[in-house]
């Protein structure tokens, strides 16, 4: 299976702040990569599909980069209801694989 | 606008089984893959497998293939999972994502939580 580390687990950052998470994975995975929000209670939702391309509806101050095993989530000027988990999921090979989350609080 | 409506929440009995659905809405529903996921409280996503509504045909994720059995009712549009021989390491959330335009989880159902308790 393909492991997929995130980090940091958690975070804290101000309104206005520039975020970036990272997403490692054990092995290749040609930017097939995605990245979910989830706010407390509800489903994930799809910000970033493909490592670069921003889902339809989704704030342009989130971005997505990476290719190879390497790969991170910028948000630009944080803002109030961007507090939530973020997580990458790579879909290059099954079993489909989730990094553990990135929780994101505002300081 | 597609639609994933899954089933309410379940308190259920060590030992026993559940079967979960998930009625989709919006779209031809033997068009697209349904996914299922496993959250355990606070803890990250799990991929237990998918079913096609058309053919049938199911892929599962090793770690749940004795745990979970995967199945549609065309007629009614709607995607099932039963978990069997449920213990405490089954309480959790189960969603239901979609794949459409490509392999990544565009829609999602709202979750149902799952409790193992006698």
């Known amino acids: 299976d393909i492991r997929m580390t995130q980090s940091p687990a958690s975070l804290s950052a101000s309104l206005g702040e520039t975020v970036n998470i990272e997403c490692l994975a054990s092995?290749?995975?040609?930017?097939?990569l995605a990245w979910y929000q989830q706010k407390p209670g509800k489903s994930p939702q799809l910000l970033i599909y493909?490592?670069?391309s921003l889902q339809n509806g989704v704030p342009s101050r989130f971005s997505g980069s990476g290719s190879g095993t390497q790969y991170s989530l910028k948000i630009n000027s944080l803002q109030s209801e961007d507090v939530a988990t973020y997580f990458c999921?790579?879909?290059?090979?099954?079993?489909?694989?989730f990094g553990g989350g990135t929780k994101l609080e505002l300081k | 606008q597609v639609n994933l409506l899954q089933s309410g929440a379940a308190l259920v009995k060590p030992g026993a089984s559940v079967k979960l659905s998930c009625k989709a809405s919006g779209y031809t529903f033997t068009d697209y893959y349904i996914h299922w996921v496993k959250q355990s409280h606070g803890k990250s996503l799990e991929w237990i497998g998918y079913?096609?509504?058309?053919?049938?045909?199911?892929n599962y994720n090793e770690k749940f293939k004795s745990k979970a059995t995967l199945t549609v009712d065309k007629s009614t549009n709607t995607a099932y999972m039963e978990l069997s021989r449920l213990t405490s390491e089954d309480s959790a959330t189960y969603y239901c994502?979609?794949?459409?335009?490509?392999?990544?989880?565009?829609?999602w159902g709202q979750g149902v939580m799952v409790t193992v308790s006698s």
């Open positions: 493909n490592a670069n």
């Open positions: 079913i096609n509504p058309n053919s049938g045909y199911t």
């Open positions: 092995e290749d995975i040609y930017s097939d």
């Open positions: 994502p979609l794949t459409t335009v490509g392999y990544y989880f565009d829609y």
């Open positions: 999921q790579q879909y290059n090979n099954y079993p489909r694989t």
